[in-house]
């Protein structure tokens, strides 16, 4: 009985062990989830060739139990005839054979409780292991019912994963484009095209102010070349009035 209940430990213990066995996401999460379900698979299996073992063992102590039963129901027929047989040989007054068949009859009796005894004997092992069966099979139902919450913890978790892993490219082709951005990459184009062109009425500042420069300098020579005129003009009509007197 210790053996059976240390037997049903074990598929608590399991049960347990294995209920905790995908927290650890440090290999690649399809492949620990899918090999924790067959580890777990292969436990339940083993549990079942237990559990089957001693429902087999059980069924032997009932059969030895019902067949003990029998056996002194034979027992006690046998004696019910020979003690009937005894009261004949000493109603006929044959004490002989009525002595003989009356100590038939007790070894019936004898053989009669000895197999009472053993089934008496067998009943509470057989409860005991009733009870025990019992408490395997529902402890091999929790583990198949856990079997199927983790192949849908399983199924769900791999789900999340493609998701996630999903997400994650998305997000990496989304900095790809920030990096990259056709904007950005206009916005550059477009101050480089806003230098040029202050460059350009840079020089064309600077092209005016020369031209302005050149244009005052015509316009100084023609004052100096209009004095020289008048100059020349006074000087002609000086010698007019000399060569006049």
Known sequence: MAEKKSLFGRIAQLVKANANSAIDASEDPQKMLDQTVRDYTNNIAEAEASVAQTIGNLRLLQDDYRNDLRTAEDWGRKALAASTRADGFRTAGDTVDAAKFDELARVAITRQLQHEKEARDAEPTIAAQEEIVAKLKAGLEAMKAKRAQLVAKRDELVARSRTAAAQNQMMDAVKSIDLLDPASEVG???????????????????????LDAQFEELENLGEVSEVEARLAALKAENRQRELGS
């Open 188 to 210: 550059r184009f477009e101050e480089k095209i806003r230098r040029e062109e202050a460059k350009v009425r840079g020089a064309a500042e600077l092209a005016a102010s020369s």
